[in-house]
């Protein structure tokens, strides 16, 4: 089935606690980005990748770092998180970055205390 | 700045009848746009989309209009069912870049 994964779904932690939120796909796109959606702001966009190891910031790219080594996984890091990173995440991909549908993830629910 | 927002947060209509969502943006370079559905848990899931270069495009219950004068963007759904009850989300990017930005979002509810 094609899909993209994330893990975990869900994620309590504190502050200064590094982590990382997986994201896969296996539709072989290009395209791979991360979103933070949060109340009354709806969906923004964090870090974008068009391909292997080419990335570019989103419109909310603080605080967090992403990788595309293989085609298939873009992980999203955050090093130091903080509370006003508390939010629901979103890993999406697409054949490329033109006109191409893109296909969400189930989302990641993230709590920093 | 670039914007992409919505005319009403939420939308309430009868089962049968038609849905219209707006949807409003203001960055003229933006050339594709794409409307998205949002169930309650679950992850945006794409409807709908069309290019600049046109100005209406119809899918399976479902028409996107745009007017590229005003940066007006409307998502109309034809006989509407409890199943549409969802928060809609219109988007915009430029085709030559990745970047991808979304309106806030309208949740319509459909009463039986």
């Known amino acids: 089935e094609a899909q993209v994964t994330q893990n975990p779904r869900y994620l309590i932690t504190v502050t200064g606690k590094k982590l990382t939120v997986t994201c896969s796909q296996n539709?072989?796109?290009?395209?791979m980005s991360w979103y933070r959606q949060d109340p009354g702001l709806g969906l923004r966009q964090i870090y974008y990748?068009?391909?292997?190891?080419?990335?570019d910031k989103g419109d909310v790219p603080e605080g967090y770092k992403v990788s595309r080594k293989e085609k298939r996984n873009f992980p999203l890091i955050l090093e130091s998180p903080s509370p006003n990173q508390t939010s629901l995440y979103f890993c999406?991909?697409?054949?490329?970055?033109?006109?191409?549908?893109?296909?969400f993830g189930p989302g990641t629910r993230l709590t920093v205390t | 700045g670039e914007s992409v927002g919505l005319h009403l947060p939420t939308l309430s209509v009868q089962e049968g009848d038609n849905s219209i969502i707006n949807c409003a943006y203001s960055?003229?370079?933006?050339?594709?746009f794409i409307w998205y559905k949002q169930e309650s848990g679950k992850g945006p899931q794409f409807i709908i989309d069309i290019r600049s270069n046109m100005d209406k495009r119809q899918g399976q219950r479902v028409t996107v209009l745009l007017n590229k004068t005003v940066k007006h963007l409307s998502l109309q759904i034809a006989a509407t069912q409890p199943g549409d009850s969802a928060v809609y989300f219109c988007?915009?990017?430029?085709?030559?870049?990745?970047?991808?930005?979304f309106g806030q979002g309208t949740e319509l509810s459909v009463k039986p």
């Open positions: 539709m072989n796109h290009e395209y």
């Open positions: 990748s068009m391909n292997v190891e080419v990335t």
């Open positions: 960055n003229s370079a933006s050339d594709y």
């Open positions: 999406a991909s697409s054949l490329g970055a033109g006109v191409y549908e893109q296909y």
């Open positions: 988007a915009e990017k430029n085709n030559q870049g990745g970047k991808l930005i």
